[in-house]
């Protein structure tokens, strides 16, 4: 399953997991947006954890490790980025979207669509 989408949309998923909720308590505070890289747990909810990146996009990018929980969900919170699905589907990855995948294991983050860019973004894994 691969949802891409806009934040302002989030809500509309809270069907497929309930943690979804966590996810947009953990925005809607900005504390992604506040807080420095590194892996963090959210408040109301440890299964719920999120990991703020900050990196220069490249022509290649860099493969994701498959992921240890059932879902992830990137948000760029500051520049561009493309994110590429099993080699199929490509999303422009801009702030204000997010991109929400259920066991995915070919993942591929981080890459530019003409001319590298510094890119902030939280992965929630849940």
Do not use: W
Not at 24 to 43: A, E, F, H, N
Not at 72 to 96: D, N
Not at 101 to 113: A, I, N, P, W
Request: one cysteine or more.
């Amino acid at each position: 399953m691969i949802v891409f989408d806009t934040l302002d949309n989030l809500e509309l998923y809270l069907g497929i997991s309930d943690k979804i909720g966590h996810v947009i308590t953990v925005m809607d505070r900005s504390l992604p947006y506040d807080q420095g890289v590194g892996k963090y747990k959210c408040p109301e909810n440890e299964d719920v954890s999120y990991e703020i990146e900050a990196y220069p996009t490249t022509n290649t990018g860099r493969r994701e490790m498959p992921n240890e929980k059932r879902f992830s969900m990137e948000i760029v919170l500051e520049g561009e980025a493309v994110t590429g699905i099993r080699g199929e589907s490509v999303f422009v990855m801009a702030p204000g979207r997010f991109l929400l995948l259920c066991d995915e294991d070919d993942v591929k983050r981080g890459m530019t669509r003409n001319i590298d860019k510094s890119v902030k973004s939280v992965i929630f894994r849940f």
